[in-house]
């Protein structure tokens, strides 16, 4: 019997409820499960309430320097036909608890494992996605594929509805217009079919193969956000190492260099993404072949021979 570890972190419940959706589809197909759920040494508040607090933990997210864990409960040196890696995205990154996994003994799973990692996130996903497969690579995992999970509803309108739930704890319809926050029900229908994939095509051609789920709608590319992400990213870096300066002159002025990152990126949505969309569209005849080649990098899974 096929034997899969799926370890995921969770705050507000989507990325758990994409591994277990994940798992029912590996189950459906005659694989047997381990779950483990990782959890920080202290808890982070949810809802979050506070902007400050919420924004606080963007640099350490972005420089990759996570907080302590809770030993998993798997034997470290046990060995998994697959191990699938669900993670939420937090600032464009893995969020912190995932990346603690990887710092940790534990991470002595992944080594010459075959690895699924599924990112779930608001919309964006490409960076977190590129910086997981480094983090694999580096484990000495096998990248087995790679699953997109997305909240429902435009992305645009996610901009209100994704921060409002977790800010606020709130995730119906507000007035009407605006998507219920979180990932679909459909989505989940479709997570669930890619594990039961993952499983038979596990079983059928063993660890030798390639991407577990090529030809399967594991990913989506929005092609017109891949630009203004890959900026953010850029802005977000130095931002990160701007406000840990400000924290080692006094912990005040860190507080400030928060309140001021959170003041840009409003700023940044408002006018930075019209403005990169725009920009975008107009050099689209000039930049379309390095879009493709960024775009088809995104999709593929690494650490293949
Ligand atoms: C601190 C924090 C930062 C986030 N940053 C991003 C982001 O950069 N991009 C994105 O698409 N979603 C971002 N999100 C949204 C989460 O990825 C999304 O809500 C996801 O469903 C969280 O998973 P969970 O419900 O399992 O906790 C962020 C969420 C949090 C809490």
Redesign the pocket.
Known sequence: MTRVLIVY????????RSAKAFAEGLQSAGASVVFEALRPRTD?PFP?RSPRR?FD??PE?MLGLPPEIETPAFEAEARFDLVVIVY??????P?PVVQAFFKSAHAAVLRDADVIAVS??????HN?SERMKRLLAEAGARHRDTVAV??QGSALLTLVS?PR??LFGKSDRLLGVFPRA??AEDDMGRVRRLGAVAAARLADAGASGGPLLAGEPAVAIKRWFVVPELLAWYFFYAWAQFIRFLGRVHGGLRAVGVYAFAIFLVCLILVALPCTLLGTWLAYPVVRRRLDAYIARLAAPTGLP
Do not use: I, K
């Open positions: 972190y969770s705050q507000s419940g989507e990325a758990e982070y979050w919420f933990n963007m997210a939420p995205v937090w600032f464009l990154s969020a779930v996130s608001r919309n964006m996903w977190a997305t909240h994704t739930a977790l979180g990932v």
